[in-house]
């Protein structure tokens, strides 16, 4: 009866990741039927490069939510670093130099939105929104000087290091492994083992969960709320300079497409949107549903149109199921 108890309960503190994971095994049985070549090695290395570029830009999103929070700046932050990138290369400037400073740029920028959202809290989301309207705009205003593209479209030598590190045809070490899924696992590894065994990574959990214990607890909120939108924005910029090496030139739209599925990647994986509950393991989870889910619906033969309607379709029931459970601070 205890063994029987305990399987329970850790099924039911663990509902959210195993909803995620049968519903990631719906979709491949799905792909496995109705798509051909839907498990070929071709397919296998797309799904993973484009996860990992999701999963990237998801990644500062997540500790946002587990605040309470969101950062709506990630995409506008993703074209911005992109065709600054494009554009400090092709006016000669030293790419190793010009990286470190788009990703300081990143992080700056994140702190910054951080500091406001916090003096201003409730409002995190027009405020990351609005700021992330500007530094685009500015972004196109600048690279526009000269460039008969308008500022949308920045080309430049793009290094083949670069190129070699974001493509799915990558090798390490001779084996066919491309570099950015690696990097992608390694910064998941990392990230899960020290949230998990930190005193700084439980802050987020603590804060979410009650910000008047964590404040008894003497958890600073300011600096765990600035860090978490700083390390959201130098991710966004990481993203950035890494679709420049996929794609080979700026586009300051090339982050659009995760203005919301940021946010689906950490709703679909289970995270608590109020705060307080998953982590950056579900968002992997959610990552890989959405992934798949885009390749599935590609190999259907469905337009853009009809993929986000489905997407939506999952998202909402999702949400209101999660939003049944109680919160985690009405469980202590």
Not at 172 to 195: A, D, E, M, N, R
Not at 243 to 248: K, Y
Not at 308 to 321: D, K, R, S, T
Request: hydrophobic residues 55%.
């Amino acid at each position: 009866m205890q063994n029987a108890q305990k399987v329970l309960g850790f099924l039911a503190r663990r509902q959210r990741y195993i909803i995620g994971i049968v519903i990631l095994c719906l979709i491949m049985v799905a792909g496995l039927i109705g798509v051909e070549g839907f498990f070929s090695i071709t397919n296998f290395w797309s799904l993973l490069v484009l996860a990992a570029f999701l999963g990237l830009a998801s990644f500062g999103q997540t500790f946002c939510a587990l605040l309470g929070g969101l950062d709506l700046s990630i995409p506008f932050v993703i074209g911005t670093t992109n065709i600054g990138l494009a554009s400090l290369l092709a006016h000669g400037q030293p790419p190793v130099l010009s990286i470190v400073f788009i990703i300081v740029f990143g992080v700056v920028f994140g702190c910054i939105n951080g500091i406001l959202s916090f003096r201003i809290q409730g409002q995190s989301l027009i405020i990351s929104l609005g700021s992330g309207f500007a530094i685009a705009g500015g972004a196109q205003i600048l690279t526009s000087i000269g460039s008969r593209f308008g500022g949308n479209v920045v080309y430049g030598v793009v290094p083949s290091w670069l190129v070699a590190f974001a493509s799915m045809n990558g090798t390490i070490f001779g084996f066919h492994f491309p570099p950015v899924v690696l990097f992608w696992i390694i910064i998941s590894v990392l990230t899960i083992v020290f949230v998990d065994n930190t005193w700084f990574g439980r802050n987020y959990y603590a804060i979410g969960g009650n910000r008047i214990a964590a404040a008894r607890l003497s958890v600073s909120e300011f600096k765990v709320w600035v860090t978490a939108y700083g390390v959201s924005g130098g991710m966004a910029a990481i993203t950035g300079v890494i679709f420049l090496g996929f794609s080979g030139g700026g586009f300051v739209g090339v982050g659009d497409p995760y203005l919301f599925m940021t946010v689906a990647a950490v709703v679909m994986g289970g995270t608590s949107l109020l705060g307080g509950w998953g982590g950056y393991g579900s968002t992997i989870i959610g990552v890989l549903i959405l992934t798949t889910l885009a390749s599935l619906l590609v190999g259907l033969g469905l337009s853009y149109a009809a993929q986000q309607a489905v997407i939506g379709v999952l998202i909402v029931p999702m949400i209101v199921f999660y939003a049944r459970s109680p919160h985690i601070r009405m469980q202590i």
